[in-house]
């Protein structure tokens, strides 16, 4: 157990500029340095915070790293969050520095009315980066919603993963965008040709979210297609503009009412039950004890408010009675 720890403390070694910017040949003015430096120095506060986290964990005894209930298993806890919150903090100041500079290229081709034609690769590396940096908010939020060190600390090293390659994909299109119109064989190490860039463009391997309102995260649930042409009620336990892993969801519903998903708007959004009152969802609701859920309410199979929702059944309820 020793090991695995100091394994992990490798991850915060002894952080400087030329760690974000390491492939880069672009100069930055004083105010952007100067971010860079504080993310640097945030990355050697997260290491001290992370050692003192490790620390005080491998002195706690097997039954407080069993029970999780001790106050200094909860001391070492809230250090790690600390350290968690802290690289984030440091990864995201430096991936805004890139983005931001980034930014002003194409402001700058925009108002010329210049399309910039053949930055595709360019266009690729910033897309890749923003998916590897809201995946790893998506891991830094699991770390916080566990109270299990082990689990908090495995989940925080692939957010560090995701980070380190959102700052490295966006410095990657940031020295394209430099260079520009002028193209170099960088010589970047897991680096794309033009051609893989251009037929991931065109063909992208891409997951279609499901449409389906019982699109169940657990497979063997069947749902009564006949409850589709009703009014029905669903809880609401969790939303995010990527998809939620299974042990996520786990830590944030424990019940056993299978959950649902329904990608909306962009967003994947996390349900469970149909109810035909909004007061049996919200009593679901209320006994479920998560923080952010809400009752939901859908027609036909489309979202519709709550207050149109018990319109159209008390509608009903006076049109049967006549």
Known sequence: MILWLADRQELYSQAVVSDFTAELNVKFDLLETKKLERAAKLLDDA???LQEANNQYLALSDLEKKERYSQAYNSAL??????????????G??????????ASFWLKMSRANHRAAGMEKAKYYESAALKSFNRSLI???QVKESDRYEYSL??????????KLAVRDQGRALQICTDYPVEYNYGWDD???????VKILKDPIVKEPPKDIFATVDKEVKVDSVVLKDVFFKVQIAAHTM?????YLNLIYKGEIPIDLIFEEGWYKYSIGVYKTFEEADTVRIETDIKKAFVV????????????????????KAAQQH
């Open 191 to 197: 680096d794309k040709s033009l051609e893989e860039i």
């Open 243 to 247: 998809p939620l892993s299974q042990e």
């Open 78 to 91: 809230k250090k790690l969050f600390e350290s968690a919150e802290t690289t984030k903090e440091a990864y």
């Open 47 to 49: 290491t001290i915070l």
């Open 297 to 316: 309410a859908y027609s036909e199979g489309k979202k519709i408010s709550n207050k149109e929702a018990i319109d159209l059944i008390e509608k009903k």
């Open 93 to 102: 100041l430096a991936f805004s520095v890139f983005r931001e500079k980034n």
């Open 139 to 141: 891991r830094h939020q």
């Open 154 to 163: 495995e989940i925080l090293e692939d957010a560090i993963e995701h980070e």
